[in-house]
């Protein structure tokens, strides 16, 4: 695994767009194995990671970004939390499908942001 080549990113919107698009792909292996509740787990934990990582970027004295756009990420993480907490208990392919449509938007708006 060490010898594997490693992904090179133009710029940071490529970068976070990758990571959105990865997510999504992940919790769509779990929404197709509804049964394997590790896989689920493991899906939805890997999300919440990186919206983790969102909302402490957002919520940093040094972003950046519009206000309106934090205060819409920062929404957008805590239904993903809820969605999360949700989904660790119950899941269902219109919970995954909500998270993998944010994700995938998200990262649309990225590459389209170019």
């Known amino acids: 695994m060490a010898d594997e080549p490693k992904v090179q990113f133009d710029n940071k919107r490529e ?3 990758a990571a959105f698009s990865q997510a999504a792909y992940v919790l769509d292996q779990a929404r197709q194995s509804l049964d394997d509740s590790e896989l689920g787990e493991r899906a939805l934990k890997y999300n919440q990671l ?3 990582i969102i ?3 957002v919520a ?3 972003n950046a970004l519009p ?3 934090k205060a819409n ?3 957008l993480s805590i239904f993903v939390d809820k969605q999360t907490s949700k989904g660790l ?3 269902s392919d219109e919970l995954y499908d909500s998270l993998i ?3 995938l938007n998200i990262a649309e708006g990225l590459m389209e942001g170019e």
């Open 60 to 62: 940093g004295n040094d």
């Open 101 to 103: 449509n944010i994700n």
């Open 67 to 69: 206000e309106e756009l």
């Open 15 to 17: 970068m976070d767009a």
């Open 55 to 57: 909302q402490a970027d």
């Open 50 to 52: 990186l919206w983790s």
């Open 73 to 75: 990420l920062m929404s």
């Open 89 to 91: 208990t119950s899941p």
